[in-house]
């Protein structure tokens, strides 16, 4: 069953990071091809998918990948904090 934000709730909740793995899964996306793409090790891809660690970088790869809004996979990041704290480090 796929994930279904409702904006309206009082609190939103982040994709489960299984439903986030499975729809990697789906797009035969790897989390070692994504972390060499974005020149990272595999263990910081890990902490992102798991919820564990934040990277604005990595999370947009994912998100590109899977062809899902940012929004809709993190919207306690991205929906009710206006974004990431930390910009990170610019594209290359």
């Avoid at 990697?24 to 994504?34: A, V, Y």
């Avoid at 992102?48 to 994912?62: D, G, Y």
Wanted: aromatic share 4%; glycine share 6%; charged share 20%.
């Amino acid at each position: 069953m796929p994930y279904v934000l409702h904006t309206s709730d009082a609190k939103c909740h982040d994709l489960p990071s299984f439903e986030l793995k499975i729809a990697m899964q789906r797009k035969g996306i790897l989390q070692k091809d994504l972390a060499d793409q974005l020149s990272v090790s595999r263990q910081a891809v890990h902490l992102v998918v798991n919820n564990q660690a934040t990277s604005h970088r990595i999370r947009k790869a994912i998100a590109d990948a899977i062809g899902l809004d940012l929004k809709r996979i993190w919207p306690s990041t991205y929906l009710v904090n206006g974004g990431p704290i930390k910009p990170g480090r610019p594209s290359v």
